[in-house]
């Protein structure tokens, strides 16, 4: 049986010399691998009561739809700014080169919703920290951070200290 590290594609030198990509578009192409992604996801939520799952755009939307869909809970999507149609609560992040906004429906977090929160990818943490800080604005408790791939080297997972984050592949480099 494989496992799931199996299906990721290393790309040497993208986008940059010395950095190795780590494609989840090969885990997506491949029926195996998706049921394996999701489920070993889905697995890291086993023991923890939620009321809600949260996804990032975009990728964020393409594990955390079927936990949602498989585990009868319902999904809110955190975009990027401008794309959601109804009133928004924001919170701006930085990235490497620059900053982003990313947005939430003010009215998709009830107060006191324990809302776990999933992703493809922890590399340096901005994106879920802020979608973190987004849900507690709106009185959510993060009970469980569930990405797919961490890469440790970016120290992503010292911004979300305190949460219980977990990742199904951790690779140590950058």
């Not at 939520?45 to 964020?60: A, M, P, Y």
Request: a negative charge; aromatic letters at 6%.
């Amino acid at each position: 049986m494989k496992k799931i590290e199996d299906y990721v594609r290393s790309i040497p030198d993208f986008p940059e010399p010395g950095i190795i990509f780590r494609d989840v578009t090969s885990i997506l192409q491949d029926a195996d691998g998706l049921k394996l992604a999701i489920d070993s996801m889905q697995e890291c939520l086993k023991d923890t009561e939620v009321d809600v799952i949260v996804g990032t755009e975009s990728r964020g939307f393409m594990f955390g739809v079927p936990i949602a869909y498989n585990l009868h809970k319902p999904f809110v999507p955190v975009r990027k700014k401008g794309k959601l149609p109804c009133e928004t609560v924001s919170r701006s992040y930085d990235l490497e080169y620059g900053s982003a906004t990313i947005e939430m429906h003010r009215d998709s977090i009830k107060p006191g919703q324990k809302v776990a929160v999933i992703d493809d990818l922890i590399a340096t943490g901005g994106t879920v920290e802020a979608a973190v800080k987004l849900i507690e604005e709106l009185g959510g408790e993060v009970v469980k951070i569930v990405f797919l791939m961490e890469l440790a080297g970016l120290k992503g997972r010292e911004k979300l200290a305190g949460y219980d984050v977990a990742s199904v592949i951790r690779y140590e480099g950058k």
